[in-house]
């Protein structure tokens, strides 16, 4: 239990270091600093909550996420020669991936780990 927290700790000072360092957007060092504190903490805050969710959904929403940015990628293709705004773009693939995410979660429950379990063994 210490070593994880150790862990998240040098995760969390990593990020704010970093954030120190590269000052994104032109922001002030602190302030950029406190912006990866903040986005740390929310980072092992979402791993905190995947830790409780089962292998079954964790496996549908990996395939959906990946399905997702596949369709998005697909998308995005067909828009580019459309509309060259970088923001559409994006937030197709915020979209589908969100999407895929979301459903592939919630279909995870339907699957049937033993089936693929029991056909592996010679």
Known sequence: MLDLILVRGIFILVLAVSAYTLHPYNSQPW????GGVLFGLCIILFE??????????LIGAA???VLGIVGAF??????????PEPFLQLGVLLLM???GLIVGAKKGDMLNLAAYISSRQP
């Open 97 to 99: 991936t969100y999407i």
């Open 63 to 65: 395939c959906g996420s």
């Open 74 to 83: 697909l998308m995005t293709l067909v828009l580019s020669k459309a509309t």
């Open 31 to 34: 302030a950029a600093a406190a």
């Open 48 to 57: 905190m909550r995947l830790e409780r969710v089962s292998l079954k959904r």
